[in-house]
T-cell receptor, first 118, second 113 residues
């Protein structure tokens, strides 16, 4: 079974703090993704990575950065947390055919981190 | 732009059927369906690739009409365990997507005894 783990289930931080969210997958997947989930808005992509040290902006990258130094680990960084970043953060990973162009396998999600910024 | 799901919410009694729709303004290569229970991670249900193939799993099936850029999820003879929020994730056709999905806003399904 694919396993995607996230470092914390719940996190409380203060405005202005630097926040690190960690995600680890054990299936040797090339792709990793960070989403935030808010009621009525579904899942929105923040950043994704298709290889080590490679990253692409998603739909809402402002206020976030990412790091992928090892294939199995993808970190989301909130440089200076703000109250509007209070949300559920979900990490996902998927297989990617290196010479293909599309997803033939789906994404597998971690349990999520519920972040509250005070 | 996010795909649009309809309805936003549906309430059923056990044994009833439901259809959830997902509509995109873009040409699509694939549609992925997930179910998320409260406090849990989204769980993959099925993937539909370009070609209009209809897939099924137990009493849940789905179709994909790439000409209309629409997909529908069919839940028949619903069970209490079907309750949750259903999401469609769409992959744009053309170019290199790297498997990137854009998710709809979700449909809340509640099944009562």
């Amino acid at each position: 079974d694919v396993k995607v783990t996230q470092s914390s289930r719940y996190l409380v931080k203060r405005t202005g703090e630097k926040v690190f969210l960690e995600c680890v997958q054990d299936m040797d997947h090339e792709n990793m993704f960070w989403y935030r989930q808010d009621p009525g808005l579904g899942l929105r992509l923040i950043y994704f990575s298709y290889d080590v040290k490679m990253k692409e902006k998603g739909d809402i990258p402002e206020g976030y950065s990412v790091s992928r130094e090892k294939k199995e680990r993808f970190s989301l960084i909130l440089e200076s947390a703000s109250t509007n970043q209070t949300s559920m953060y979900l990490c996902a990973s998927s297989f990617y055919e290196r010479f293909g162009t599309s997803a033939k396998e789906t994404q597998y999600f971690g349990p999520g981190t519920r972040l509250l910024v005070l | 732009q996010q795909p649009v799901q309809s309805p936003q919410a549906v309430i059923l009694r056990e044994g009833e059927d439901a259809v959830i729709n997902c509509s995109s303004s873009k040409a699509l290569y694939s549609v992925h369906w997930y179910r998320q229970k409260h406090g849990e991670a989204p769980v993959f249900l099925m993937i539909l690739l370009k070609g209009g193939e209809q897939k099924g799993h137990d009493k849940i099936s789905a179709s994909f009409n790439e000409k209309k850029q629409q997909s529908s999820l069919y839940l028949t003879a619903s069970q209490l365990s079907y309750s949750g929020t259903y999401f469609c994730g769409t992959e744009d056709a053309g170019g290199t997507s790297y498997g990137k999905l854009t998710f709809g806003q979700g449909t809340i399904l509640t099944v009562h005894p």
